[in-house]
T-cell receptor, first 116, second 113 residues
């Protein structure tokens, strides 16, 4: 059973460009979470999605950031007009169900975004 | 709101020393508690978890007990190895069933031979 997959692993963008980060959850998992890890800091929750639905986006910046999890295909985190402060590691996690004894999230290897 | 506080690092130990990394939390309801480990350049791996008070999670010689009375989930290992060098994150899942994890700031462990 393949784990959570993220691509690309490393992404370099110039200021003003767009960044697209992809996440394929573990097989059988329909819940996806995105977290951001700034240098020397812990992970901060950004958004929680189920197929075709955004459930909780309380951690998403109000502008330039969006996320989707379509019926088919991976979840996408999109950052428009990137700025240097967006440089971070972005981690995706998936779980079978939230809450209860199964609320264990499995993390992907992350995408390290560098904005020049 | 819910939060997690970990002891500051880095923690530097000699091989075979005893390890404790403190973690305390504030939360409403009854969250699940987790320890994740992040090796250099990698993503997070689940180390252990506990879902209710007095549960003890254990894995690879590490253990942590969910203490509701002291709101703590301290990580311990009796004899660390150089290969345990990593960043350790304590986390809790909210009781709201959205499942999002709230992380502590991480504690870097360096084990010297």
């Amino acid at each position: 059973n393949a784990g959570v997959m993220q691509n690309p692993r490393h992404l370099v963008r110039r200021r003003g460009q767009e960044a697209r980060l992809r996440c394929s959850p573990m097989k059988g998992h329909s819940h996806v979470y995105w977290y951001r890890q700034l240098p020397e800091e812990g992970l901060k929750f950004m958004v929680y999605l189920q197929k075709e639905n955004i459930i909780d986006e309380s951690g998403m910046p109000k502008e330039r950031f969006s996320a989707e999890f379509p019926k088919e295909g991976p979840s996408i985190l999109r950052i428009q007009q990137v700025v240097r402060g967006d440089s971070a590691a972005y981690f995706c996690a998936s779980s079978p169900v939230p809450g209860g004894s199964l609320d264990t999230q499995y993390f992907g290897p992350g995408t390290r975004l560098t904005v020049l | 709101g819910n939060s997690v506080t970990q002891m500051e690092g880095p923690v530097t130990l000699s091989e075979e020393a005893f390890l404790t990394i403190n973690c305390t939390y504030t939360a409403t309801g009854y969250p699940s508690l987790f320890w994740y480990v992040q090796y250099p350049g990698e993503g997070l791996q689940l180390l252990l978890k506990a879902t209710k008070a007095d549960d003890k999670g254990s894995n690879k010689g590490f253990e942590a007990t969910y203490r509701k009375e002291t709101t703590s989930f301290h990580l311990e290992k009796g004899s660390v190895q150089v290969s345990d060098s990593a960043v350790y994150f304590c986390a809790l899942s909210g009781a709201s069933n959205t499942g999002k994890l709230i992380f502590g700031q991480g504690t870097t462990l360096q084990v010297k031979p």
